[in-house]
């Protein structure tokens, strides 16, 4: 659902070029794959896996889109009146964002929102975790590329990937955050995940 307050129309300075990613969202595995160009000008080097959760009902549409340019920091759902963080549009009122809050304040996490990441389960938004919302949030330009597709259960380099993508489970109390002293989380290193969608031919010699 699209959010109400402060929406960024214009393209920020700092961006990469539209053709620097390519993006695809799996359903069928509930993952979130960023690539980047090799030498041969294809999208095969992975740059971050991210686990998402898709709208539920199957509700999150499909089919090959040039992300928008409209971006919203912290802002609330017309929906239902709760906030999510880093939102990043997709097409019309389908963006990427965060796990939701209950307020305009970070430490209103709804935790069991975290858990069902993985999951179908929102309104067909794509969740994300903060961090990788946030990674979408400064690094994804306007114009750039975005598969969604169904998937295939039977896909294995995907679910190897996704696999991988294992959420630590949150605090058993709720985390008081204050602003500027909020934790940094975003550990993930390209380097931790081996390539598993393409095999040199070197490697096969």
């Known amino acids: 659902s699209r959010g109400l307050g402060d929406v960024y ?7 990469p070029a539209a053709g620097t990613y390519q993006i695809i969202v799996d359903l069928a595995h509930q993952v979130t794959m960023v690539y980047t160009k090799d030498a041969a000008g294809e999208y095969t080097v992975p740059v971050r896996y991210m686990l998402c959760s898709s709208g539920a009902n199957d509700c999150t549409p499909k089919g090959t889109f040039e992300m928008g340019a409209y971006r919203v920091r912290f802002s609330k759902f017309a929906r239902d009146g ?6 990043t549009q997709i097409r019309k009122a389908i963006y990427f964002h965060t796990i939701l809050y209950t307020q305009k304040d970070a430490a209103t996490y709804q935790d069991f929102i975290f858990e069902r ?12 975790t903060v961090p990788d919302a946030r990674w979408m949030w400064y690094h994804i330009a306007p114009g750039t590329t975005c ?10 380099e995907t679910a190897a990937i996704r696999a991988q993508l294992v959420l630590e489970q949150p605090p058993e109390e709720q985390l008081a955050l204050e602003p500027g002293q909020i934790p940094y989380t975003d550990n993930w290193r390209i380097e931790d995940i081996p390539c598993l969608l393409y095999t040199s031919d070197a490697a096969d010699e």
């Open 9 to 15: 129309k214009r393209q920020p300075e700092g961006y």
């Open 147 to 156: 598969i969604i597709r169904d998937g295939s259960p039977e896909d294995q």
């Open 82 to 87: 709760r906030y999510g963080q880093y939102w």
């Open 117 to 128: 990441l993985g999951q179908m389960d929102s309104h067909g938004c794509i969740r994300l």
